[in-house]
C-alpha cells in the first residue's frame, strides 16, 4: 500500500514512521525526520490540486491528513470528489474543532457533559456577562488558533482583558467569535479514538503539557510533551466516555448531516469525582499526544485507517495496540519560542539513540551537505519508552539533554503529575 501524509511537524514524523512499518509512506510537505522513512513531496499541506495530482501519478492508495488546518478548508472533500480515499473527517464534521460554538451545540444535542459557556459575537456583551459572572473565568477563541486559544482567567479583570484582546484580533478571525466558559477544577486527559462514525477503536490516554516553563509556568504553547498512558484515565474510564461523550457525539454529527470518519480528539476535564467535562474536540491526532500513543501501536494502523477511508466494513480490533507501554516525549523548541522563535541554530543528534528511544522531527530542516538545522518553533521531540511511565520519563529526559543546538528550550518535568501519582521524583 502506499501512503500520502499530509503535515509536517512532530506528529506527522510519528505518522510516518508507524504507517512505514505497513506501507510505502510519503509526506507532503514532511521534514527532515518524514525524509527518513518517507520521501518527502514538497507540496504545501493546502495546495489540494497539487496533492491530488501527485497523489494520480504516484498511484497513492490514501491519503492521511495530520493538521486541523487543511480538514477544515475541506482537503478529504475536494480530495473524495477526485475518488481519492483520505482519512479524515469532512469539512463539516472538521467543525466540531474549527467552531467551538458549534462543538457545544453537538453537545446539546448529545447532552454531553461540558463547562457551561456563552458564545458571543459582541464584545460589549461578552464584557457585561463576564461581569455579572464568578471567576475564574475561560475565553475562548470560537476558531482555530493554533492551541492558543483558550485564556484561563484567576480575575474577572484578566478575563476582560482577554476577551477585548480577542475582538481586537489577537486570534485573527479565529475571535471574531468568543465563548466565556465557566472554569471547573481538575485534571485535563486527551483522549483519542479511530472512528467510522459508529464503531469506534481507542487509542492509550495521554496527557500533554501546555506551558512554555517548568512547574507548568509561562505562556501557552502547541504543547512541551506529553506522555501516556495517564493512570487514573484506565480502559473503564475511556469506555464510560465512549458511552457519554462519543458516541452521542458522533449519532449528533450524523443527524446534522456532518458524519464523522478520522480520528476525534476528547480534550476532557477530569473532576477529583472522576465526573468528565468536555473542553474542546480536535478533529485530528494531538500534537505531541500522536508522539506518544503511536509508539504503542505494534501493528494494523493503515490497514485500520484504510478500511475507515473506504467505508469498508471496520472491525475495531483492541489488541494491535501495546497498551502497556509507556511514552513520554520531551518537545526541544528554539530560542524564543512561542512568540518569536530563532531559526537556523545546527542541531547535533548522537550518533547512536540510547536504547528505548526515538527522535520525532518537527521544525528541522537539512541542507544539501547533510546539516540538521533548525527550521521551526518546536524544533524535536525527545520519546522515552518503558515498561512505566517514571522509565519512559527518564530515557525522554536522557535523550532530551543529549541532543545539542544553541538556543535549545525544553522542559525537564513532562509527566510530573504521573510521576507524582507514583512517587517518584519529578525530574
Ligand atoms: N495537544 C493539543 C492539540 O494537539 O491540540
Not at 84 to 89: A, D, E, L, N, S
Not at 392 to 405: C, G, P
Request: aromatic fraction near 8%; glycine fraction near 10%; charge should be negative.
Amino acid at each position: 500500500m502506499k501512503i500520502l501524509v499530509i503535515g509536517g511537524g512532530g506528529r506527522e514524523h510519528a505518522l510516518c514512521w508507524a504507517l512505514a512499518k505497513e506501507a510505502e509512506v510519503f509526506c507532503a510537505p514532511g521534514n527532515a525526520g518524514t525524509a527518513e522513512v518517507a520521501t518527502n513531496l514538497p507540496i504545501p499541506q493546502d495546495d489540494f490540486p497539487a496533492i491530488a495530482d501527485a497523489v494520480k501519478e504516484r498511484g497513492i492508495d490514501l491519503v492521511v491528513v495530520g493538521p486541523e488546518a487543511p480538514l477544515a478548508a475541506g482537503i478529504v472533500d475536494e480530495l473524495t470528489a477526485r475518488d481519492i480515499r483520505v482519512f479524515g473527517p469532512t469539512k463539516a464534521a472538521a467543525q466540531i474543532e474549527a467552531s467551538k460554538a458549534f462543538a457545544k451545540r453537538i453537545m446539546a444535542r448529545g447532552t454531553v457533559s461540558t463547562p457551561r459557556s456563552r458564545t458571543f459575537t459582541d464584545e460589549a456583551e461578552a464584557l457585561r456577562y463576564v461581569a455579572g459572572h464568578r471567576e475564574p473565568l475561560v475565553v475562548k477563541a470560537s476558531g482555530l488558533a493554533a492551541g492558543k486559544g483558550a485564556i484561563v482567567c484567576q480575575t474577572r479583570r484578566e478575563a476582560e482583558v482577554a476577551v477585548r484582546e480577542m475582538f481586537a484580533g489577537k486570534f485573527g478571525d479565529a475571535g471574531r467569535e468568543v465563548l466565556v466558559e465557566e472554569y471547573i477544577e481538575g485534571e485535563e486527559v486527551s483522549l483519542l479514538f479511530m472512528t467510522d462514525g459508529i464503531k469506534t477503536c481507542a487509542f492509550p490516554s495521554a496527557q500533554d503539557y501546555k506551558r512554555l516553563g517548568q512547574g507548568d509556568t509561562g505562556p501557552n504553547t502547541g504543547g512541551m510533551g506529553a506522555y501516556a498512558p495517564v493512570s487514573f484515565a484506565d480502559e473503564f474510564m475511556i469506555e464510560r466516555a465512549v458511552t457519554v461523550i462519543v458516541r452521542p457525539v458522533l449519532v449528533a454529527l450524523a443527524d446534522s448531516g456532518a458524519p464523522y470518519r478520522g480520528v476525534l480528539y476528547v480534550g476532557l476535564m477530569v473532576t477529583r469525582d472522576l465526573e468528565l467535562y468536555v473542553l474542546e474536540f480536535n478533529c485530528r491526532f494531538g500534537d505531541p499526544e500522536a508522539q506518544v500513543v503511536l509508539p504503542a501501536v505494534s501493528t494494523g494502523l493503515a490497514e485500520h485507517m484504510w478500511r475507515i477511508a473506504a467505508g469498508e466494513d471496520w472491525r475495531p480490533v483492541e489488541p494491535t495496540f501495546k497498551a502497556e507501554r509507556a511514552v513520554v516525549a520531551t518537545v526541544l523548541a528554539a530560542r524564543g519560542y512561542p512568540e518569536a522563535p530563532e531559526k537556523g541554530a545546527i542541531i547535533e543528534l548522537p550518533d547512536r539513540l540510547p536504547e528505548n528511544t526515538l527522535v520525532f522531527h518537527a521544525g528541522t530542516r537539512r541542507d544539501p551537505d547533510g546539516t540538521l538545522r533548525v527550521a521551526g518553533g518546536r524544533v524535536l521531540n525527545a520519546v522515552g519508552m518503558g515498561p512505566d511511565v517514571p522509565k519512559a520519563a527518564q530515557a525522554s529526559r536522557y535523550l532530551a539533554d543529549l541532543i545539542r543546538f544553541d538556543g535549545k528550550t525544553y522542559r525537564r518535568d513532562i509527566a510530573w503529575r504521573e510521576l507524582k501519582r507514583a512517587g517518584a521524583p519529578r525530574g
